[in-house]
């Protein structure tokens, strides 16, 4: 009995871990931070790009929430997790058409 006990609790560790581990490397990812904000060429080209990420925790798609624009050159969107609720920030950088 205890034993199964504990094996339920290390399961349980073992799932916070990994989710953590989940977050961490999301975060890393492009779009996951302003630093690490995705970029893109134009606004109109975000919200396609936005449909073609996932979840990382279950891999369902976002409904967009707020689309915020917190410096001319970032925008930011406020999603939510359409299977698993979870809420997150997707950062886009634009490029700069003069630079290139
Ligand atoms: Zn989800």
Redesign the pocket.
């Known amino acids: 009995m205890r034993s199964q006990r504990l094996s339920a609790e290390h399961r349980a560790e073992l799932a916070r871990r990994l989710e953590t581990a989940r977050e961490r490397l999301w975060a890393a990812s492009p779009g996951g931070s302003a630093a690490t904000a995705m970029r893109v060429s134009s606004a109109a080209v975000i919200e396609a790009r936005m449909a073609a990420m996932g979840?990382p925790?279950?891999?369902?798609s976002y409904r967009l929430l707020e689309h915020t624009r917190p410096l001319p050159q970032l925008r930011k969107l406020d999603v939510e997790?359409r299977?698993?609720s979870?809420a997150r920030a997707l950062w886009f950088a634009l490029a700069d058409r003069e630079s290139n």
């Open positions: 979840c925790h279950c891999g369902g997790c299977r698993c979870s």
